[in-house]
Nanobody, 117 residues
């Protein structure tokens, strides 16, 4: 069984910060061996890419979050983090992490982030 579990969402004021976590509950793979991607989906909008980190630690960001969000990984904890700063109301969405383990394309259940103005 392969699972990704997100946490850390919540309600914060604009300008605030949150750190999301994505824990891989998987046997046989370490999270450091795969590329992990963060996506988000706001109500009535399509899911969009936010950030990713590959097994070498290289990160990629959507233009909308560049300079405000940072993705990192703790291999010992099998966890990927998304540090979000200077949050805006437009960042309000459900945030999901995703990774491919072997033949399994795995998504977490999502964590809600709500930014008040």
């Amino acid at each position: 069984q392969v699972r990704l579990v997100e946490s850390g969402g919540g309600l914060v004021q604009a300008g605030g910060s949150l750190r999301l976590s994505c824990v891989a509950q998987v046997v046989g793979f370490g999270i450091g061996t795969v590329t992990v991607r963060w996506y988000r989906q706001a109500p009535a909008k399509e899911r969009e890419f936010v950030a990713s980190i590959d097994r070498r630690g290289n990160s990629v960001y959507a233009d909308s979050v560049k300079g405000r969000f940072t993705v990192s990984r703790d291999n010992a904890e099998n966890t990927v983090y998304l540090q979000m700063s200077t949050l805006k109301p437009d960042d309000t969405a459900a945030y999901y992490c995703n990774a491919v383990f072997g033949l399994n394309d795995v998504w977490g259940q999502g964590t809600q982030v709500t930014i008040s103005s």
